[in-house]
């Protein structure tokens, strides 16, 4: 099973932008589709980006505009993009990805057959 390290999390304040990294063990060439997931305490994990085989991305409505998610194939490696952060986009954000297709969201976490360890994220109003 492939493992996934994301990195890019810190403390900034609203307004401005981090950028995430999840690097992967393997190739990501043939994923299905692989994606950003955030939670805070006492809450259910959000999808929040997903980009599928072909290139075609989903975002969570609260992030559409302010967030882009790309992946760079050759180093094995998907990015997120934050912009014009808030302080309600404060969690740990997690990488996943699925191998098999799917008919369904790949914003759904229960989609997602491989997670990795999050990396955190504070916005300071």
């Known amino acids: 099973q492939v493992q996934l390290v994301e990195s890019g999390g810190g403390s900034v304040q609203a307004g401005g932008s981090l950028r995430l990294s999840c690097q992967a063990s393997?190739?990501?060439?043939?994923?299905?589709?692989m994606g950003w997931f955030r939670q805070v305490p006492g809450k259910e994990r959000e999808g929040v980006a997903s980009?599928?085989?072909?290139?075609?991305?989903s975002y969570t409505d609260s992030v559409k505009g302010r967030f882009t998610i790309s992946e760079d194939n050759a180093k094995n490696i998907l990015y997120l993009q934050m912009d014009s952060l808030k302080p309600e986009d404060a969690a740990m954000y997690y990488c996943?990805?699925?191998?098999?297709?799917?008919?369904?969201?790949?914003?759904?976490?229960?989609?997602?057959?491989?997670w990795g360890k999050g990396t955190l994220v504070t916005v300071s109003s």
């Open positions: 980009i599928e085989f072909g290139g075609t991305t």
């Open positions: 393997r190739s990501i060439d043939g994923y299905y589709c």
């Open positions: 996943a990805t699925r191998f098999f297709r799917y008919d369904g969201s790949c914003l759904t976490s229960s989609a997602m057959d491989a």
